[in-house]
């Protein structure tokens, strides 16, 4: 059965940094792209990262281009976040999806497989 189960979410003030992580099970994560996205309240899902599956490269939204870094561990089927530089306009649920490519581009509708969602709050 494939999986994808988000973890590390939190309250973080202003300025601060968070990791999240994206374990997938039922598939081997190294063939796949693995996006990022956040929706917050009243607001449509977006695109925030993605990382390649075939080299590993990766894809960041400009919102966030320079304070986040998209890492996989293939060896443990994970996924990373690193948000650094923490902004209110940050806090959503934050969701990874798979897909088979990721252009220079991040739509939700090219990604399946949803997580469920993690918190990520960011206020003082």
């Known amino acids: 059965q494939v999986q994808l189960v988000e973890s590390g979410g939190g309250l973080v003030q202003p300025g601060g940094s968070l990791r999240l992580s994206c374990a997938a099970s039922?598939?081997?994560?190294?063939?796949?792209?693995i996006g990022w996205f956040r929706q917050a309240p009243g607001k449509e899902r977006e695109g925030v990262s993605c990382?390649?599956?075939?080299?590993?490269?990766?894809v960041y939204a400009d919102s966030v281009k320079g304070r986040f870094t998209a890492s996989r561990d293939t060896s443990k089927n994970t996924v990373y976040l690193q948000m650094n530089s923490l902004k209110s306009e940050d806090t959503a649920v934050y969701y990874c999806a798979r897909s088979s490519y990721c252009s220079g581009a991040i739509y939700p509708e090219d990604f399946g497989s949803w997580g469920q969602g993690t918190q990520v709050t960011v206020s003082s």
């Open positions: 039922g598939f081997a994560l190294g063939y796949y792209t």
């Open positions: 990382i390649r599956s075939h080299d590993g490269t990766t």
